[in-house]
T-cell receptor, first 112, second 115 residues
Framework: SQQGEEDPQALSIQEGENATMNCSYK?????LQWYRQNSGRGLVHLIL?????REKHSGRLRVTLDTSKKSSSLLITASRAADTASYFC????????????FGTGTKLQVIP | DTEVTQTPKHLVMGMTNKKSLKCEQH?????MYWYKQKAKKPPELMFV???????INESVPSRFSPECPNSSLLNLHLHALQPEDSALYLC??????????????FGDGTRLSIL
C-alpha cells in the first residue's frame, strides 16, 4: 500500500500564481523528499526535509513538515510554465536501508 | 541530461524473449535501484543494491533478475514476461548514508512493451 497520499491529484493554475500540494503519510519517517517528473522522463530530486525540521526553502520552493499530523506540503511560488510536471513526495522509513516509498503524486499544469 | 544513463530507451519484446535493461552511473554512488512505474502511478521499488550486493528485493517475480557487475553498472535481465509487465522501468543511484538522507538520482527510464 502507498505510504503517501497526495492532494490534490491534479492542479491547474495560471503562470505567476502559487501552487500548493500536500502529502500525508502513515508511519514514522526519517525524512521526506519531494521529486518532480516531467512527462516521459525520470524523477528529479527537489528538496529533502528531515523529521526534526519543520520548514525548508530552496529557491521558489518551500516545504513544511508536521510530524504530529504526518503531513507535508510543497509550495511553489511564482509558478512558470516549465513547472508543469508531476510532483511526488517520498518517505524513507528504513533508517538508512535506502527504501523510499513514493506518494500518489500531484499533476501540476501551469498555463502560460 | 541526467547523470544516470539507461539503455535502451524503448523496448518491445514477446513473452518468450530474453532481454536486458542496462543502467550506468559514474557519480561514485554505491546504492543503485530499480523501480517499475505504470502510467499515472508512482514508481514502485523493485530492487536495491548496496555495495554491489542485493539488499532489498520487494518480492519481485523471478522473471526479473537483477545484476550489479560493478559499482557503476546495474542490469535487469528479463525473461518470459507477461503483458502486465509493460511499464516504464527506472534506474536510480545514490550515496549511501546510514541516516538515509541522500537523494536519489534517476535515469529517464526504459519504456517496455510486452506483446
Amino acid at each position: 500500500s502507498q505510504q503517501g497520499e497526495e492532494d490534490p491529484q491534479a492542479l491547474s493554475i495560471q503562470e505567476g500564481e502559487n501552487a500548493t500540494m500536500n502529502c500525508s503519510y502513515k508511519t514514522s519517517i526519517n525524512n521526506l523528499q519531494w521529486y518532480r517528473q516531467n512527462s516521459g522522463r525520470g524523477l528529479v530530486h527537489l528538496i529533502l526535509i528531515r523529521s526534526n525540521e519543520r520548514e525548508k526553502h530552496s529557491g521558489r520552493l518551500r516545504v513544511t513538515l508536521d510530524t504530529s499530523k504526518k503531513s507535508s506540503s510543497l509550495l511553489i511560488t511564482a509558478s512558470r510554465a516549465a513547472d508543469t510536471a508531476s510532483y511526488f513526495c517520498a518517505t524513507d522509513v528504513s533508517g538508512g536501508y535506502q527504501k523510499v516509498t513514493f506518494g500518489t503524486g500531484t499533476k501540476l499544469q501551469v498555463i502560460p | 541530461d541526467t547523470e544516470v544513463t539507461q539503455t535502451p530507451k524503448h523496448l518491445v519484446m514477446g513473452m518468450t524473449n530474453k532481454k536486458s535493461l542496462k543502467c550506468e552511473q559514474h557519480m561514485g554512488h554505491r546504492a543503485m535501484y530499480w523501480y517499475k512505474q505504470k502510467a499515472k502511478k508512482p514508481p514502485e521499488l523493485m530492487f536495491v543494491y548496496s555495495y554491489e550486493k542485493l539488499s532489498i528485493n520487494e518480492s519481485v517475480p523471478s522473471r526479473f533478475s537483477p545484476e550489479c557487475p560493478n559499482s557503476s553498472l546495474l542490469n535487469l535481465h528479463l525473461h518470459a514476461l507477461q503483458p502486465e509487465d509493460s511499464a516504464l522501468y527506472l534506474c536510480a543511484s545514490s550515496l549511501l548514508d546510514t541516516n538515509g538522507d541522500q537523494p536519489q538520482h534517476f535515469g529517464d527510464g526504459t519504456r517496455l512493451s510486452i506483446l
